[in-house]
C-alpha cells in the first residue's frame, strides 16, 4: 500500500500560502494506522531501543502505539506547565521568536537507548529540542523518526549529529 | 501488578490544594503500560468497535495505543484551530467559563460503533463533549473508558447515559 494515499493536503492552513499536510486520514484506517506502525516496529524491534519519546500532541499518536507495538514504555515531552514532576527542558527557534518543551528529569536513565519520534519533520526545531534533552538526561538518541518529511524544508540539515528516518517523504 | 503502584501523587498541581494523579510512571514503564493496554484490549476485542476516539494531548497515549493493539481506527479530538480539515464541535463547563473541543466533520459514519477514551475521569465534562460530537455525525458510543478515576468527583454522573469503565479508581 501506499501511505500517500492517506495524506490530504489542505491548502492555507494553518495561514495562507501553506500547504498543510494533513496525516489524520492516515490513522482513522485502520489498514494504514496498522502499516505504518508495523514498518516502524520491524525497522526498530532488534535495536535495543527501551524508551520512545514524543512531543505533544500530535507525536503522542505515533511515539504512543509504536511504544506499545514495541512492548516498551513511551516519555510524553510537553509544553512548559503541563508536566507536574520536576522538569528539564529546551528552547528551539521558530519563525519569529522561540519555543520551549519540557521532560520528566526522571524520565530517562543514563545510557538507555531512546527512540525520538514525531508524525512530521518540517524545520527539525521540535526534534532537535528532544534530543537536547535526551541528552542532558544522559541518553543515547538511537534515532529520530517520522511519518512524513518536508523535504524542501531541510529539516535534516539540523538534526544531522543523529540518524534520521521517515516513512514518507514530499 | 497493581497499576495504581505506577500512579504518583504530586501534590499543589496544577494549583494549591490539588493532589495530582501523575500517570506518566505507567506510561514509563514498558510493563505497566503494556498491561494497561492488554488490560482494555481484553475488554473490547470482541465489541466490534470501529474507532476510538480521544482528546488531546494524554487521551492519545492511551487511545492510540489501544487503538492499534486493536488494530483499529484512531481519531483524534483537538483544540480549536489545531484540526486542518472542516470540523464540528461541541463545548463543556469548567469551574469558570466553557471550553471547546472539535473533531473532522468526516471523522466518523452513520452507525459506526465508537469507543471513547481518556486518561482520566474527572468532572466528565471532556467526555461528554466527545461523546455528544460522535452522536451528532450519528456514530454509536459503546462504552467512554479511562485509566484513572476520581470517583470522589462524581464524574460518571455526567456521563450517566452511556457505558463507562474505568482500569483505576481513586
Given at each position: 500500500m501506499d501511505l500517500k494515499d492517506y495524506i490530504r493536503d489542505i491548502p492555507?492552513?494553518?495561514?495562507?500560502g501553506i500547504l498543510f499536510k494533513d496525516i489524520t486520514p492516515l490513522w482513522q484506517n485502520k489498514v494504514s494506522f496498522k502499516e505504518s506502525i508495523q514498518l516502524l516496529k520491524e525497522r526498530y524491534k532488534?535495536?535495543?531501543?527501551?524508551l520512545i519519546i514524543a512531543a505533544e500532541s500530535r507525536g503522542f499518536i505515533v511515539g504512543a502505539a509504536l511504544a506499545n507495538a514495541l512492548e516498551i514504555g513511551f516519555i510524553p515531552v510537553r509544553k512548559?506547565?503541563?508536566?507536574?514532576y520536576k522538569t528539564i527542558s529546551a528552547s528551539y527557534e521558530l519563525e519569529y521568536g522561540t519555543d520551549t518543551l519540557t521532560m520528566h528529569e526522571d524520565a530517562i536513565s543514563e545510557k538507555q537507548n531512546i527512540l525520538i519520534i514525531d508524525d512530521l519533520l518540517a524545520t527539525g526545531g521540535t526534534a532537535k529540542a528532544m534530543a537536547k534533552m535526551v541528552e542532558q538526561l544522559k541518553?543515547?538518541?538511537v534515532e529520530i523518526a517520522f511519518i512524513v518529511e518536508l523535504t524542501f524544508l531541510n529539516g535534516r540539515n539540523k538534526i544531522n549529529d543523529y540518524n534520521v528516518f521517515s516513512l514518507i517523504q514530499y
Open positions: 492555507n492552513f494553518p495561514k495562507e532488534n535495536q535495543h531501543i527501551d512548559p506547565g503541563k508536566l507536574p541518553g543515547i538518541v
